[in-house]
C-alpha cells in the first residue's frame, strides 16, 4: 500500500510542534502497517470549516493521478470539521481509488464503523460550533465590561492587570493635539510629520504612517465607543476627547475625500520595465512622463545611461505606447502563426523529457528488475531452487518496490503536461484583446524575454530557443504611410489629417490613439525636431 500523510492546525497560535506530533504519529501507524509513505500535504493556520486550504485541494486533485492508494490523517478532524465537506471529498477519494484512514481512531470496515465515523465527524463539527459560540460569548462579556478584547492596543491608551483600557498621561494629550491640528486645516501629511516629531509610534512600534494616521482619526473608541459584532457599548473606555472635536474631523475628513483630487494623475503601467534595453549601452530603459505647455501629459522610455549621465549614449526616448504596440503585435503573429506554435510546443516537451531525467532511468531500471525477475520465476519453474536463488529473487523484489515508489514520488512532484495541454495554452492568447491593459500585459509577460531598442530597428527575443525578431522602423512607417494600401491610418476625405504648413500635416492614427507628423508625406524620424511659425520651442518627434 502506498500513502499519504495530510496534517493540519488551525491558527497560528499553534505551534509547528503540532505537526510534528501528527506527522510522528500517523508515520507510526503507516510502519506498523507495512504502508509506504509517499509525501506530506500540511496546511499550516487553516481552519478545517472550509475546504479553501492550498495542500488540501492538491492533495485532492493528485489523487486523481492513481500514484497512493490511502490518506492517512492523525485524527478525523484533521481531514475537515465540515461535514458535507467531509462527505464530498471522501467521495471524489474513493472515485480515485483513494481510501482516508485515521491514525489515531481505529475504525472498523462494517456497519459499525460508519456509524463511528459519523458520529466522529459530528462531533468534530459540533465541537468547532461550540467553541466558535463560547469564543463570542466570551468577547461580548469583555466589551459589556470594558475590557480588551486582544487585537492592537489604541495610541494614546494602556491596558492594566485587570484587562482594562487606561488612557496613557504621556500620549493621550499628543493623540488630542493631532485631531486638533487636522481639525483646523492641516493635511494628513502634516499630521503625520508632527506625531512623528513628537515620537508617537503606531501599534506595532515603528513611525506613524499614513494609514496608522488615517486609522487614529477614525477611531471611535476616543469618544469611549466600544463595538464587537455590531453591538456598540458606550462608556466603558475611558475617553480621551470631546466628542464635538472627533464630529469636526470626521466631517473634514468626508469633505476632503469629495474634493477633486490635486496633482493626482491616473498611474501609468509601463508593461516593458525590466524587459527593454539600450542597444547601444545596454542599460534598462526606464518610463517617465512629462507635460507639455499646453498641459498634456507624455509617457515615454528613456535610456537609464541618459538619465543619470553614467556614460555617453545618445539613444534618445520613444513613446511608450508606440514601442509597446510594436512589441505586442509583433508577439501576437508569432501566435497566430501555426507553424510557429507547432514548433514551440515541439521544443517544450523536449525541454519536459531533458528535465526529467530521473524518471526515464528509473522506469528503465523497473523494466530491467521486471526482466530479472521473470527470468528468475522461470528457473525456478524448470526446478532451479537454490538459497541464493531465494536471496536473489528477493532482492529484486526489493528493488522493483523502490524503484516503483521512485517513480511515484516523481510522478506527484513534477506533473507532465500534454502536448494537446501546451497548444491549448498558447492558443487561449488568441483570443485577447489587445486594447486592455490585463491583457496586454499577459501576452508580454508570458512570450517576451528581452527587447534591445536601437535608433532604426528593435530586436525581440522571446521566452524559447532562437526565438529573435528584427524589426526595423522603415518597415513600421511604411505600415502607416497615407494612403498606402492596408494602412492602419484610418483618414479620408479632407479629413485625413490637419495641415500646418506646407508639406506638414498631423494625421490621428486611432490603432495607436496617438498622432503621426508627416512632412512631404514621410513620417517624421525618431528624434527628428521641427519648430513651426508662431512657436518659442522646437517639437520633438518622440512627443
Known sequence: MKAVIYARYSSDNQREESIEGQIRECTAFAEKNDITVLRHY????????????????????????????????????????????????????KKNGVKLVSATEHISEGAEGIILESMLEGIAEYYSADLSEKVVRGMTENLLKGKFNGGSIPIGYTIDKDKHFQVDPVVAPLIVEAFERYAAGATMKEVRIWLNSKGVKNPKGNEM???????????????????????????????????????????????????????????????LTTKLFCGYCGAYLCGECGT??????????????????????????????????????????????????????????????????ALPLYEKQLRE??????????????????????ERLENLEQTRDDLELKIANEKIERPKISEDFIRFWIQRFRKLDMEKLEHRKMLIDAFVNAIFLYDDKVVLTFNYKEGQKTITFDDVNQKMTPGKSGSDMKMSGEHQGRSIMSGLFVASDHSLKTEIWYLNRRPFPLGACIKLEGDDEWRHAVQ
Open 209 to 271: 504612517s499614513h494609514n496608522s494616521v488615517l486609522y487614529m482619526l477614525h477611531n471611535r473608541r476616543y469618544i469611549g465607543e466600544y463595538e464587537f459584532r455590531g453591538e456598540i457599548n458606550m462608556d466603558v473606555i475611558p475617553p480621551i476627547m470631546s466628542r464635538e472635536l472627533f464630529d469636526r474631523v470626521q466631517k473634514r475628513i468626508e469633505e476632503t475625500a469629495k474634493a477633486p483630487a490635486r496633482h493626482k494623475a491616473k498611474e501609468e503601467e509601463y508593461l
Open 42 to 93: 500540511i496546511d499550516r493556520a487553516y481552519s478545517a470549516k472550509t475546504d479553501n486550504r492550498p495542500e488540501f485541494q492538491q492533495m485532492i486533485r493528485d489523487s486523481a493521478k492513481h500514484l497512493f492508494d490511502m490518506v492517512i490523517v492523525w485524527k478525523l478532524d484533521r481531514f475537515s470539521r465540515n461535514r458535507y465537506d467531509s462527505a464530498r471529498y471522501k467521495v471524489q477519494l
Open 369 to 390: 528488475t521486471e526482466q530479472a525477475i521473470d527470468n528468475m520465476l522461470h528457473a525456478i519453474e524448470q526446478g532451479v531452487l537454490t538459497r541464493s536463488t531465494k
Open 292 to 357: 507639455s505647455r499646453t498641459g498634456d501629459i507624455y509617457h515615454y522610455y528613456k535610456c537609464v545611461s541618459v538619465k543619470k549621465r553614467r556614460q555617453e549614449c545618445h539613444k534618445k526616448p520613444v513613446r511608450k505606447r508606440w514601442i509597446e504596440d510594436i512589441v505586442v503585435q509583433a508577439t501576437m503573429e508569432k501566435i497566430l502563426d501555426d507553424d510557429w506554435v507547432e514548433s514551440v510546443v515541439s521544443f517544450l516537451m523536449a525541454i519536459q523529457e531533458e528535465e526529467n531525467t
